[in-house]
Nanobody, 120 residues
Framework: QVQLVESGGGLVQAGGSLRLSCVAS????????MGWYRQAPGKQREFVAI???????DYADSGKGRFTISGDNAKSAVYLQMNNLKPEDTGEYYC??????????????WGQGAQVTVSS
């Protein structure tokens, strides 16, 4: 059974930084993509960043120039460095991976979420 566990959320003042981590456990054969989504109170979950196997990255416009996604396949981990945080970055941050577990077909897995609160 694959599980994704996030860590690193918290409360920070505007202009500050946080680094989110997400580690996948279980029988992992191949990780195709690693990414982050977030959900603000009363809003839909939205895309934040993605890292595709091979090194390609993409970001939502809201995080370009401030957020950096990175991964470590050996550790089955993905990270999100967030700098110059703004109050509108507040929300629950979810990591997601498209991966193949054992002989199964690839599927998408989600973490349980990490709360990020940015005070003004």
């Amino acid at each position: 059974q694959v599980q994704l566990v996030e860590s690193g959320g918290g409360l920070v003042q505007a202009g500050g930084s946080l680094r989110l981590s997400c580690v996948a456990s279980g029988s992992i054969a191949v990780i195709n993509t690693m990414g982050w989504y977030r959900q603000a109170p009363g809003k839909q979950r939205e895309f934040v960043a993605i890292l595709i196997r091979g090194g390609t990255t993409d970001y939502a416009d809201s995080g370009k120039g401030r957020f950096t996604i990175s991964g470590d396949n050996a550790k089955s981990a993905v990270y999100l460095q967030m700098n110059n945080l703004k109050p509108e970055d507040t929300g629950e941050y979810y990591c997601t991976m498209n991966l193949r577990s054992g002989a199964d077909s690839p599927r998408i897995y989600w973490g349980q979420g990490a709360q990020v609160t940015v005070s003004s």
